[in-house]
């Protein structure tokens, strides 16, 4: 029998609906590198190279999915399956939909609400953390599907 702090923990996992969601804190991590390359390229053509700033939002978040596929295929999911190009139009896609969502709210931020775009940026992108994390899960990196 074990005691102490941690016991009963090895097993452990997030369930959410009956769906185990273990891997949300690594998706979260890297959710965190990829933001900071989209809001940071965001800001760096918005301000230094005078790109209007739905535009830069766009390119960033396109450079955020890459590094997003990337990290989450090798070190959330450890996904070493071969069909790599047909996985990322999968993730592309769910990224794609999360992009529509995320320049929606920096817009209406920014218009209605009369934020700055950066601001707007970072609200939006935690907006769409859980959606972008459910579509990851549930289609781009289902267990036993990295053929």
């Known amino acids: 029998m074990t005691h102490g702090i941690g016991a009963g923990c090895r097993n452990m996992d997030m369930r959410v609906a009956g769906h185990s969601h273990s891997r949300i804190v690594p998706f979260f991590f890297v959710g965190i590198l990829s933001s900071l390359v989209d809001i940071g390229l965001m800001y760096y053509c918005t301000t230094y190279l005078g790109i209007w700033y739905l535009h830069s939002a766009t390119f960033s978040y396109c450079c955020g999915i ?13 996904d070493s399956g071969r069909k790599t190009a047909t996985q990322f139009a999968t ?3 769910i990224s794609l939909s999360c992009l529509i969502v995320n320049l929606g709210i ?20 935690c ?3 859980l959606w972008n994390y459910h579509g990851q899960s549930r289609f781009t990196f289902r267990s036993g599907d990295g053929t």
Do not use: D, H, M
Not at 66 to 78: D, E, G, P, R
Not at 110 to 116: A, K
């Open 106 to 125: 920096v817009w209406l931020a920014v218009t209605f609400l009369s934020l700055t775009p950066l601001v707007a940026k970072v609200i939006a992108t």
């Open 127 to 129: 907006c769409a953390f």
């Open 91 to 93: 993730f592309a896609a």
């Open 66 to 78: 890459v590094v997003s596929y990337i990290a989450n295929k090798s070190l959330t999911f450890q």
